[in-house]
C-alpha cells in the first residue's frame, strides 16, 4: 500500500490544560516518539499526532487529499475518518465522535478516544505524570463497552465534576407486564451507544423500563446484557433511537481509601439526579443486604434515598468508581456503594425485556422469593450471630401454621437464644422501614411467634423461634398470613356470626365504651366522654376457637372471654365471672 507521509492530530479532551511540552503519551506503559510532531495544546484541548501512536499500534495509515479522509488498516481492522464529519466509520459501522476532525492551521486533527477505543483500546489521563495512557484489551471491539484504564486524573471542583457528568445519569421508571408502576431508581451510561449501569433489585420484575435523560427525554429500556444477583448489579440496553448518549468513564475503584471525597448522582425520592458530596468512612470487607453479597462495598456518608439506586459515585476527577446501591436504616448517614470494578461492561447480545431473575446459588434454597421482593431483608444481613441452616418451598420443608394459609418460601438459621431478640428487634427495624407492620407476637415455654404485614404489597413475614433447639425459622408469602388463619378459625364457629359485627356498651366512671367487633379479626374501643363527645379510639386484633373468645393484640391483649350466642344477642363471660351481653349489628 502506498503511503502518504504527513502529520494527523487527534483531539483528547482533558479538564485542565498543561503545557504541551510535558505532555507524553505511552502505549502499554512504552512512551512513543513524536520526533519533531509533539503533542500540542490548542483551545484548551490537548491534540495528539496520530501517525505516531496507530504505527505504535501496528495500523498502516493513509491518507486520501481528494476526500480528505484518513484510512487506519490492521489485521481485519478499517477505521475511516473524514474532515468535518460528525461521525467515524469501523469496519463498514458509523459511530459518533465526540468532536467532528477538522483542520487547523494546516493540520489534520482527529478526535483519538473513541477511534481507539472503536478497535480495543482504552484511553485515560494520568494527571500525576501528564501522560495520555493507551493501554490494549482495555475495550471490547463490538462497541458494547467503554472502560478506561486505571490512571489519576487532575482534581476537579464540584461544580465541574456535576457539569460534566449529570447528562450521563438518568431516572428510571420500571413497570409490570400491565403497565403499573413496580419501583423505579437511577441509572448511567458507560458508553455512547445506551449501554448502561443500574441496581439489580431496580430492574427485578420490570416488563419495561424507561430512561428519562437530565434534559426530559424518555428512552425504552429494551433490554439487558447481565443480572448480577450476588452483586446486585444489571447491565442493560437503552434504546437511544440513533442517538448517541453522554457517559461516564470508570476510575480505580480498587485505589479507593477512606477519608476521599466523593460526589454521588442519582434520583433519591424521584427528584432527578441531586448532587451530594460525601467521604469515604469505610472499606466493608463483606457485606450481606437483602439476597446480595458484595466484597469491599464502599462505605459513604451522603444521604442516599430510595430512588438512588443504581445513581454513580465519582471521585474528585470526575470519574465513576461506584453505583449506590444501599443504606443503613437503622442509622443517618451510613450508605453503601458497590465497587464500579465488580461491574460487567456489557458485550455480546442483549437478552429483551421482560426477565424471569435469576437464582443464586449461594446456598439460600429457592430464594427467587427475595429475589422478587427485595424490601424483605436476607436476616443474615442483620444477624452477626446466625448460621444459615437450610431454606426452600414451605411444602418441601413441611412448615404449616395452620391449614388456612400456606407460604411461600422457609429459611431456617440456627441463633442462640442469647441473640435473638437483639437480632430480631434489628430485623423488625430494617422491615418496618420497608413498610411491614408488626401485628402480633405470640410466646410460651416453647416458642415465640412474630407475625409482620406489609399492606402496599400484601406481604406477609412470620418467624418462629424455637427454644429449645435454638432455631429460627423465618416465613415469608403472599398476602396477610394472620388474618387469613384467624378468619378461618372463626368460620369453624357455627354460632358465632362473623357476616356482621358486634356492638356493647358498659359505662365505666365518667366515660361510656363501645367495642366493634369485625369479621376480619379487627376491632375498636371507642371511649367517649359524658357529652357523647369521642375522646379516644383503640385498636385491637382477636380471634374465636371453641367458644372462647381471645385478644391477642389492643387494649386486651392477653385476656380469655367465653361466649355464648343467642339470637342477635352475645354474651362475654370472662375468667373472673363478669359478663356482658352485645347486640348484633349488620354489617
Known sequence: ??????????????????????????????????????????????????????????????????????????????????????????????????????????????????????????????????????????????????????????????????????????????????????????????????????????????????????????????????????????????????????????????????????FAIGSPFGEQNTFAISYVSRIVPWLDFGIYSVEDMIQITAPIYPGSSGGALLNDAGLVIGVTAAIDPTRAGVAFVIPIARVDSGTGEYTPLPVTPPSPTRGLGEILFYAQFPSIPDFLSVSPNATFIIGGTADDLGFVLSDAYSFDYVFIYELSFRHFVADTERFDALLEYHGFELQIIWGDYYSTVVYLHNPTHDLSVTYVYLWDLEELHIALGRGNALLEILMDEMASEPDWPSDSRLIGSWQSGDATQIINYYADGTGSVETLNRAGNLISTEMFIWHSVNGELEYIMGPFSGTFWEYRVVGQSVTFTSETGVSFTYTRVRD
Open 1 to 262: 500500500m502506498k503511503k502518504f507521509f504527513f502529520t494527523l492530530i487527534f483531539v483528547f479532551t482533558f479538564v485542565t490544560a498543561v503545557y504541551a511540552d510535558e505532555i507524553r503519551v505511552t502505549v502499554d506503559g512504552t512512551p512513543v516518539d513524536f520526533a519533531n510532531a509533539p503533542p500540542v495544546l490548542v483551545d484548551g484541548r490537548t491534540l495528539v499526532p496520530v501517525r505516531a501512536v496507530f504505527e505504535a499500534l501496528n495500523f498502516d495509515v493513509d491518507w486520501n487529499p481528494e476526500t480528505q479522509t484518513a484510512t487506519l488498516l490492521r489485521g481485519a481492522d478499517i477505521l475511516e475518518i473524514s474532515i468535518g464529519a460528525g461521525d467515524f466509520v469501523i469496519n463498514g459501522q458509523n459511530r459518533p465522535l465526540d468532536v467532528p476532525a477538522q483542520i487547523i492551521d494546516g493540520r489534520t486533527m482527529l478526535p483519538i478516544r473513541l477511534p481507539l477505543e472503536s478497535v480495543g483500546y482504552g484511553v485515560a489521563w494520568d494527571g500525576v505524570s501528564s501522560t495520555v495512557l493507551v493501554t490494549s484489551g482495555g475495550v471490547q471491539t463490538d462497541g458494547h463497552s467503554a472502560t478506561a484504564s486505571a490512571a489519576v486524573s487532575p482534581t476537579l471542583t464540584p461544580a465541574q465534576i456535576f457539569a460534566n457528568n449529570v447528562d450521563a445519569v438518568f431516572i428510571l421508571h420500571t413497570y409490570d407486564a400491565a403497565m403499573r408502576p413496580t419501583g423505579g431508581g437511577s441509572g448511567f451510561f458507560i458508553n455512547p451507544y445506551g449501554v448502561a449501569v443500574t441496581c439489580h433489585h431496580v430492574m427485578v420484575n420490570a416488563s419495561y423500563a424507561f430512561a428519562i435523560t437530565e434534559d426530559g427525554r424518555e428512552f425504552e429500556v429494551v433490554g439487558f446484557y447481565s443480572y448480577d444477583i450476588y452483586n446486585d448489579l444489571a447491565v442493560i440496553q437503552v434504546d437511544g433511537q440513533g442517538e448517541t448518549f453522554t457517559y461516564l468513564v470508570p476510575g480505580d475503584s480498587d485505589a479507593v481509601r477512606v477519608g476521599d471525597s466523593v
